[in-house]
Protein backbone atom coordinates (compact mmCIF):
# COMPACT_ATOMS: atom_id res chain seq x y z
CA UNK A 1 0.00 0.00 0.00
CA UNK A 2 2.67 2.21 0.80
CA UNK A 3 4.08 1.93 -2.39
CA UNK A 4 0.65 2.80 -4.51
CA UNK A 5 0.39 5.41 -2.73
CA UNK A 6 3.88 6.78 -3.17
CA UNK A 7 3.41 6.18 -6.75
CA UNK A 8 -0.12 8.32 -6.69
CA UNK A 9 1.76 10.80 -4.76
CA UNK A 10 4.41 11.10 -7.43
CA UNK A 11 2.10 10.75 -10.31
CA UNK A 12 -0.13 13.84 -9.08
CA UNK A 13 2.88 15.82 -7.88
CA UNK A 14 4.16 15.65 -12.00
CA UNK A 15 0.30 16.77 -13.01
CA UNK A 16 0.55 19.97 -10.51
CA UNK A 17 3.98 20.85 -11.88
CA UNK A 18 2.64 20.83 -14.94
CA UNK A 19 2.62 24.99 -16.16
CA UNK A 20 1.32 24.73 -19.63
CA UNK A 21 -2.14 22.51 -19.30
CA UNK A 22 -4.08 24.57 -22.56
CA UNK A 23 -2.67 25.09 -25.92
CA UNK A 24 -4.55 26.83 -28.15
CA UNK A 25 -4.52 27.59 -31.76
CA UNK A 26 -5.41 31.09 -33.30
CA UNK A 27 -4.62 32.21 -36.97
CA UNK A 28 -3.00 35.82 -36.44
CA UNK A 29 -1.20 37.96 -33.36
CA UNK A 30 -4.59 40.05 -33.46
CA UNK A 31 -6.70 37.07 -31.87
CA UNK A 32 -4.48 36.30 -28.78
CA UNK A 33 -6.48 37.84 -26.09
CA UNK A 34 -4.63 40.69 -24.17
CA UNK A 35 -4.84 38.66 -20.85
CA UNK A 36 -3.98 35.08 -20.95
CA UNK A 37 -4.72 32.26 -18.49
CA UNK A 38 -1.58 31.72 -16.70
CA UNK A 39 -1.55 28.09 -17.99
CA UNK A 40 -2.05 28.44 -21.72
CA UNK A 41 0.10 28.21 -24.21
CA UNK A 42 -0.81 30.59 -27.47
CA UNK A 43 0.41 29.05 -31.53
CA UNK A 44 -0.33 31.50 -34.08
CA UNK A 45 -0.07 30.46 -37.75
CA UNK A 46 -1.47 27.50 -38.78
CA UNK A 47 -1.78 24.53 -36.89
CA UNK A 48 0.29 22.51 -39.01
CA UNK A 49 3.00 25.25 -39.27
CA UNK A 50 2.59 27.99 -36.28
CA UNK A 51 4.92 30.95 -36.86
CA UNK A 52 4.88 32.23 -32.63
CA UNK A 53 4.53 30.95 -29.49
CA UNK A 54 2.78 33.61 -27.03
CA UNK A 55 2.49 32.90 -23.65
CA UNK A 56 3.13 34.77 -20.28
CA UNK A 57 6.39 33.90 -18.75
CA UNK A 58 5.92 32.01 -15.74
CA UNK A 59 7.24 34.07 -12.78
CA UNK A 60 5.12 36.74 -10.76
CA UNK A 61 5.68 39.25 -13.68
CA UNK A 62 3.99 37.38 -16.21
CA UNK A 63 5.90 38.91 -18.68
CA UNK A 64 4.37 38.60 -22.27
CA UNK A 65 6.99 36.31 -24.46
CA UNK A 66 6.46 36.01 -28.29
CA UNK A 67 9.02 33.45 -29.23
CA UNK A 68 9.55 32.94 -33.30
CA UNK A 69 9.16 29.59 -34.21
CA UNK A 70 10.38 30.27 -37.82
CA UNK A 71 13.45 28.45 -38.51
CA UNK A 72 14.84 30.42 -40.73
CA UNK A 73 14.86 33.37 -38.45
CA UNK A 74 17.17 33.74 -35.54
CA UNK A 75 16.65 34.06 -33.05
CA UNK A 76 13.96 30.97 -33.28
CA UNK A 77 12.03 27.81 -31.54
CA UNK A 78 11.40 24.51 -32.09
CA UNK A 79 8.14 23.32 -30.53
CA UNK A 80 7.00 19.70 -30.36
CA UNK A 81 3.66 19.17 -29.18
CA UNK A 82 2.64 15.57 -27.74
CA UNK A 83 -0.60 14.57 -26.33
CA UNK A 84 -1.36 18.68 -25.85
CA UNK A 85 2.26 19.12 -24.01
CA UNK A 86 4.95 21.22 -25.54
CA UNK A 87 8.43 21.14 -25.75
CA UNK A 88 10.30 23.89 -26.84
CA UNK A 89 14.08 24.41 -27.80
CA UNK A 90 16.60 25.78 -26.85
CA UNK A 91 15.95 27.01 -23.27
CA UNK A 92 13.81 30.43 -22.96
CA UNK A 93 15.76 33.12 -21.43
CA UNK A 94 14.39 36.41 -20.48
CA UNK A 95 16.48 39.35 -19.99
CA UNK A 96 14.24 42.22 -19.19
CA UNK A 97 14.88 43.54 -15.78
CA UNK A 98 15.19 40.13 -13.81
CA UNK A 99 16.30 37.20 -15.58
CA UNK A 100 13.82 34.67 -16.37
CA UNK A 101 15.93 31.51 -17.36
CA UNK A 102 13.97 27.89 -17.96
CA UNK A 103 13.21 25.30 -20.42
CA UNK A 104 9.54 23.65 -21.47
CA UNK A 105 9.87 19.88 -21.21
CA UNK A 106 6.34 18.38 -21.73
CA UNK A 107 4.30 21.35 -20.19
CA UNK A 108 6.70 21.78 -17.33
CA UNK A 109 8.85 24.48 -16.77
CA UNK A 110 12.13 23.97 -15.58
CA UNK A 111 14.36 26.70 -14.59
CA UNK A 112 18.04 25.90 -15.53
CA UNK A 113 19.25 26.79 -12.21
CA UNK A 114 17.53 23.94 -10.66
CA UNK A 115 18.22 21.77 -13.54
CA UNK A 116 22.72 22.65 -13.36
CA UNK A 117 22.07 21.99 -9.41
CA UNK A 118 20.99 18.74 -10.36
CA UNK A 119 23.64 17.75 -12.31
CA UNK A 120 26.47 19.04 -9.74
CA UNK A 121 24.70 16.76 -7.54
CA UNK A 122 25.08 13.69 -9.75
ZN1 LIG B 1 9.75 35.94 -15.93
Not at 7 to 22: E, S, V
Not at 99 to 117: L, Q, T, W
Request: with cysteine; proline share 6%; aromatic share 10%.
Amino acid sequence: MGLIRALLRRWLGAIQRRHFRQVVFVTTMADVPGELSRHALYLVGSPSRPKWAVFDCPCTDRQRLALDLTQTHYPSWRLDLRRGRPTIWPSVDVRAGKRCHYFVRDGRVINVNDASDRRVRR
